[in-house]
């Protein structure tokens, strides 16, 4: 392996053995079985989202499908998930919306109207969040008289169910929860086209605070230390969610971008971010498993090749694509799930041990193609 600091890439190239470990990375004692854990799957299969769960140690995987708490629905562009909690907004054939959430830890799922009022034909979807206690849902609406949309945020108290509306005069894209406060990435459709972080006051329900992004903003998310991570195309920056400015901004040297495309998908822990990153070199695989390390500003991708013999990446696997990546922090695993070449319908989940000794510890093949996993 070779290290390329700063900003650069720690590329993982080392020829990995595929026999099981029999030793913890983290602690460097020998482990027989690990930590028991359950895995809340959500896979998609036919344009339908449904649930499994595994249960699993270090050397044992048992695949439920029967039983996880979420139900089956229909695959939706609007998710937001924050450990083992997962919302989605849900536009049903008469044409209202609704908003599922669950708390896989818990064990709890409840499902809330969203626009009784307007009626999902008359506005916009944008983006979703939660917190503990609120929904929030940002979408735009219909002027009549200015043929453009007004934009809102929408708060909903998940007891009381109570809503309110809090305007913004920008398009908001996504949204993040930390601190109290919600924060939405907007863009000035209507002039200057420049990007900017809307905060809002969860309980108050009001704009509190904007910060200007400029021109190329990509995503948000909230990191591992309750902190707001803008993705930019060259560089990446974190704003202090309770003093509101940036504590921290890292430009990346040419042709080594991270390329967070999937950070609202990936998972954020203990500094690091856990996502699927496009891949230059040309090939049937278009994005790999990547880890970037916040605290050295230094990635590193698992190219199959480097960890799979190519039988097992060709033949016994069959990957076509990386279709997810997730953490277990119990076990010190790192989580891939893949869709099947040939069958746009099969996937699987393979377990491996993360850097500086990646070595494969299973593989657990799937009626469906991984979309997230909770770690419970």
């Not at 076990?331 to 000794?357: C, E, S, T, V």
Request: glycine share 8%.
């Amino acid at each position: 392996m070779q290290t390329y600091k700063p900003f650069t890439m720690l590329l993982a190239c080392t020829l990995l053995c595929c026999s099981k470990s029999d030793q913890d990375q983290g602690s460097g004692e020998e482990t027989v079985s690990g930590v028991q854990v359950d895995y809340t799957m959500i896979l998609e299969h036919n344009g339908q989202w449904s649930g499994s769960l595994i249960n699993a140690d270090l050397e044992h995987v048992f695949l439920d499908n029967g039983g996880s708490s979420f139900n089956p629905t229909e695959v939706s562009e609007l998710t937001y998930r924050e450990g083992t909690t997962f919302s989605q907004f849900i536009k049903d054939s008469d044409g209202k919306g609704e908003i599922a959430y669950y708390d896989f830890g818990a064990g709890q799922e409840e499902t809330i109207d969203v626009f009784e009022d307007f009626g999902i034909c008359t506005l916009e979807p944008k983006a979703i969040a939660h917190s503990p206690t609120k929904l929030f849902m940002a979408f735009g609406l219909w002027n009549e008289v200015t043929l453009k949309n007004d934009y809102f945020i929408r708060t909903i108290d998940r007891k009381t169910e109570e809503v309110k509306d809090i305007p913004v005069d920008k398009e908001p894209s996504q949204l993040a929860f930390s601190n109290n406060r919600l924060f939405a990435l907007c863009w000035d459709a209507k002039g200057t086209g420049i990007y900017s972080l809307v905060v809002v006051d969860a309980n108050a329900g009001n704009q509190i605070h904007e910060i200007s992004l400029g021109l190329d903003a990509q995503k948000i998310a909230r990191n591992s230390e309750g902190n707001i991570l803008v993705s930019f195309a060259g560089m990446h920056t974190i704003i202090d969610s309770s003093m509101l400015k940036s504590i921290s901004e890292v430009r990346y040297n040419a042709g080594k971008d991270p390329k967070f495309g999937s950070l609202t998908e990936g998972v954020f822990n203990d500094g690091k971010l856990y996502y699927r990153r496009p891949k230059e070199i040309s090939g049937s695989i278009t994005q790999i498993p990547a880890v970037y390390d916040f605290a050295g500003n230094v990635a590193t991708y698992y190219y199959y090749e480097n960890f799979l013999t190519e039988a097992q990446l060709q033949f016994e696997y069959n990957i076509e694509d990386t279709s997810m990546v997730s953490y277990d922090a119990k076990n010190n695993l790192i989580l891939i799930g893949y869709r099947k070449a040939g069958n746009a319908q099969l996937g699987g989940l393979l377990r491996i041990k993360p850097a500086p000794d990646p070595k494969i510890i299973d593989n657990t093949n799937l009626d469906g193609i991984p979309y997230a996993i909770f770690v419970n």
